[in-house]
């Protein structure tokens, strides 16, 4: 396909912006307001807009489907000519885009992706595609350090399978060698599909948690998850008594960054839960005047969100993205002999509402810093920040102060936090799962020094009791296990030698000695 243009300039009706976005989403709700509000801001702005120079933003919905955003980005550059491309755009989606039109090379595709997967999983990047996100290594880092903190040796992680052209196993790949670093690795994995291409969701969330249930492993990373997904697993998770003592969850960025807007039921079954993000300065004029703003409007568009109508990071980096493209089409047309539109976007250097946009290899060159947060009770608290160069924190100033790094970079501590079950003490990220036989301990019931082993029946309890030094020894070497060890101890009437004779028969028997 191709399309044959005229010189790429305004029109009578000012230059041109196109945004594909999901109005069925929370985050495409929010970043189609973002948007029109960076439009407006810009006519708005002595010292940037003139009669003369008007931004026309044009907004088609993807209905969260990649046929459909790259139809409607093909659309966009076709019949409304527009000059810059800004959505949730994988750098597969810009790359077929870019081959069904020989135009889209010389037109700017920012993408407001919640993250950036880089080279080499993917093809190289094409200079015109531009991510408005950081790299999806660091998140990956970031996730590995909580895990590196607290010593669980293997996760499972948890993914809904992208409804985007892009490489999910990317996710996978970036977790395995962050986790690497931590001596921990990811056990298992499980994709599901999209919870729009499922005709009974919830039932199979369930199937596939029950499969996760009968394991051993207790540490879930939820990696990459619609609002609505996390929504039912967590729910159905409850249900199944996957959120109480002894169960880990972590979620990244793309749910913790929106659990501002989701209702208490959500919260009510997300307790104990553990999230990254990404940390933006809520303190500055610029943003509490845009807040108020976003919140009035957002309330009026969308009366069913009145009760969480607070702006996300991703309304904000939709804000930064038009506002960079306004930015450089204003300088493109001031100049003689244009650089063209895509190098002056990548020359943005400015501060934004989502932080400092600038630009080093086609994506957010600063270094995001994440606030841990722990969901309980009606909301969530911050425990503690994390970055790549200063590790843990406990205050966000406090990152400037550290000198110190320890390792892999772990450094700080973070607060105590309340784990599912309300539990304070830090699971050891393992238990018994169904089906699994505990460990057989072979104590010698007749030894001769019963101060080291001594088995004895307690008629009060009706049980037989089994003491000792060497017991003590070993439950204090158990409890040192950074894993939870379930084992039984069962008493041997006979010899010695016969007791290492069924060790050896496999009868999954250790002998313990006195």
């Known amino acids: 396909m191709t399309n044959k243009r005229d010189d790429g300039g305004p029109t009578s009706q000012g230059h041109r912006i196109g945004g594909v976005i999901d109005r069925s989403s929370r985050v495409g709700k929010e970043q189609k307001l973002a948007m029109e509000m960076a439009v407006h801001d810009f006519h708005d702005d002595d010292q940037m807009s003139t009669s003369s120079y008007k931004l026309v933003l044009h907004l088609v919905d993807s209905y969260g489907n990649s046929a459909q955003a790259l139809s409607a980005a093909i659309d966009l550059i076709d019949r409304k000519e527009a000059e810059a491309i800004v ?18 090379k010389d037109i700017p595709i920012i993408s407001i992706a919640p993250t950036a997967i880089s080279p080499p999983l993917l093809p190289p990047q094409p200079p015109f595609f531009i991510q408005m996100s950081n790299d999806v290594a660091t998140h990956m880092h970031c996730i590995a350090a909580i895990v590196g903190h607290f010593g669980w040796r293997k996760v499972t992680a948890i993914y809904e399978q992208s409804t985007r052209l892009s490489t999910d196993s990317g996710l996978i790949i970036h977790l395995s060698d962050s986790l690497r670093a931590v001596d921990s690795v990811v056990e298992r994995h499980i994709g599901i599909p999209p919870i729009s291409s499922l005709t009974n969701p919830r039932l199979f969330i369930e199937e596939e948690l029950k499969k996760l249930r009968s394991k051993s492993n207790r540490v879930f990373i939820l990696i990459q998850s619609s609002l609505d997904f996390a929504a039912i697993l967590f729910e159905k998770a409850k249900q199944m008594g996957m959120m109480g003592k002894g169960y880990v969850w972590i979620v990244s960025d793309d749910i913790a960054s929106l659990l501002d807007s989701v209702g208490p039921s959500v919260i009510s079954n997300m307790q104990g839960v553990i999230g990254l993000k990404t940390n933006f300065i809520d303190t500055t004029e610029s943003y509490r005047q845009f807040r108020i703003r976003f919140r009035r409007n957002f309330t009026s568009e969308h009366p069913e969100e009145e009760e969480h109508p607070d702006p996300s990071i991703f309304a904000l980096r939709a804000y930064d993205a038009t506002w960079a493209i306004a930015k450089a089409m204003q300088i493109s047309q001031r100049e003689r002999k244009p650089k063209g539109l895509v190098n002056h976007i990548l020359s943005s250097d400015f501060e934004g509402l989502s932080g400092r946009i600038r630009f080093n290899k086609g994506r957010l060159s600063e270094l995001p810093t994440f606030r841990i947060i722990n969901v309980i009770g009606k909301s969530y608290r911050e425990v503690a920040f994390w970055s790549l160069v200063f590790g843990f924190s406990e205050d966000f100033i406090k990152q400037d102060e550290m000198k110190k790094r320890i390792g892999n970079g772990l450094v700080g501590d973070l607060d105590s936090i309340y784990w599912p079950g309300r539990e304070r003490t830090v699971p050891k990220g393992w238990s018994l799962g169904e089906g699994e036989t505990r460990l057989k301990i072979g104590v010698p019931a007749r030894g001769a020094f019963t101060q080291f082993v001594n088995v004895w029946y307690d008629p009060s309890r009706n049980k037989t009791k089994v003491t000792g030094f060497s017991i003590e020894v070993f439950k204090a070497a158990v409890k040192r296990l950074r894993y939870d060890l ?10 010695y030698d016969e007791m290492v004779a069924e060790v050896h028969k496999k009868a999954q028997m250790v002998q313990m000695f006195d």
């Open 87 to 104: 959505g949730p755009l994988s750098l597969h989606e810009a790359s077929v885009v870019c081959e069904l039109n020989n135009v889209t």
């Open 486 to 495: 379930s084992y039984v101890f069962v008493p041997w009437n006979g010899s």
